[in-house]
């Protein structure tokens, strides 16, 4: 069977991340796919693995009557809605691909969104304009409500971001929905699946967009870094991607000589570093599915990270890794030290941990879990 992945903001770039990989598993799994994006400039003398069509609008996909299917990767965003019921008009089957932890709408019960938790401990003044966003904000999940019940299946990337949708579709009254809801992880690229590991270091790595400063949480992995370093003997840590600058003016000088900051390196060296590191960092405030430490995984490092949805995944009861209980120093320097000390005492096998993550992530398999999604929805074997 034919399908169509259609992502938007498609890139170059994202050859090597989901977009890119979904559509070349699918391909390693025995099927067919087309990724579809708008029309840009910058994929002008692009040629990719894979068939790639530019479209000027959405309208132009009705001269694809011939797909049956078609993926959407979004952000359960309704944005997208009148995308999808173009889809839907042209008698096509619509899978949602959520980049998403499944956290939904500030109008269900907060206990369900740590996101919102400031918002518990706000000051008397917070509550008027609080009282004033929570109608919006209801339209705007009802919108999010109508997506999923148009489309015929929603994936997520985690088993506890499907937990977080079914919350969500519970509270407001779909809980018929709960059956379209999928979960699937996303790929890691061939060349990492396929990359001998070399020897282990004392190393821990962190990979991220440091000037994002609500996303990634750079004064938490320094502060992390600044607690544990000093008590974890012979280790040092690797600090990779842009706002290298920033993060410099901000580290202890009694860390200098134990930190290195690269800023933006390619793709081969962060996978060097990778493979010679013990234990990948994150500090993330939110993700719904990190590639990097997807690929440390599957490089033979653990994770050490925030209490996040795909980490908790990723970590696998505490056998590959540790993550803190809370989004504080104290905490995740409790995770990162103790991992530190697992592989002080070799409790940590990065062959074996290597070798059941890239059985699991490799993208064969995830387009393998597309197709079989796909034949549940249209009944076609």
């Known amino acids: 069977m034919k399908l169509g992945l259609i992502f938007d903001g498609y890139e170059p770039f994202h050859e090597y991340k989901c977009p890119g990989q979904i559509v070349a598993g699918i391909h390693d799994a025995g099927g067919e796919a087309i990724l579809f994006t708008l029309k840009k400039q910058s994929l002008e003398g692009y040629k990719p693995p894979f068939p790639l069509i530019q479209v000027t609008r959405w309208e132009d996909l009705r001269r694809f009557q011939d797909i049956p299917c078609f993926i959407v990767y979004t952000w359960i965003s309704p944005k997208y809605n009148a995308l999808i019921k173009l889809l839907k008009g042209m008698g096509a089957k619509v899978i949602v691909k959520a980049d998403s932890d499944g956290r939904m709408g500030l109008s269900v ?27 919006a904000q209801r339209k705007h999940d009802w919108l999010k409500v ?3 019940r148009d489309v015929d299946a929603l994936v997520v990337e ?10 969500f579709l519970i509270h407001m009254g779909y809980a018929g929905l709960i059956p379209k809801v999928f979960f699937i992880p996303n790929p890691v690229t061939p060349d990492i699946i396929e990359t001998p590991l070399p020897k282990k270091e004392n190393l821990v790595v962190a990979v991220g967009r440091w000037d994002d400063w609500l996303q990634k949480n750079p004064g938490l992995l320094l502060e992390t870094l ?14 990779i991607g842009q706002g290298k600058e920033k993060l410099e003016k901000r580290i202890s000088r009694d860390l200098t000589q134990r930190v290195m900051f690269t800023g933006p390196i390619p793709h081969e060296n962060v996978k060097d570093y990778l493979g010679r590191a013990k234990i990948f960092l994150s500090s993330s405030r939110f993700e719904g599915f990190s590639i990097a430490a997807s690929e440390a995984l599957a490089l033979g490092c653990t994770l050490v990270g925030t209490p996040l949805e795909s980490f908790s995944y990723l970590v696998r009861g505490g056998w590959s890794g540790s993550l803190a209980t809370s989004f504080d120093a104290a905490s995740l320097s409790g995770a990162l030290f103790y991992e530190s000390e697992a592989w002080n005492r070799n409790l940590r096998n990065p062959e074996e941990i290597a070798a059941f993550w890239r059985e699991r992530l490799k993208r064969e398999r995830v387009g393998m879990g597309y197709l079989q999604v796909v034949q549940e929805i249209t009944g076609e074997k």
């Open 158 to 167: 985690s088993p506890l971001a499907v937990s977080n949708v079914c919350a």
């Open 226 to 239: 600044g607690r544990c370093l000093p008590k974890m003997k012979g280790w040092k840590a690797i600090i």
């Open 109 to 135: 019960k907060p206990k369900l969104h740590f996101h919102v938790l400031r918002f518990l401990v706000a000051p008397p003044w917070w509550k008027v304009p609080l009282r004033f966003f929570y109608p």
């Open 146 to 148: 109508k997506q999923m």
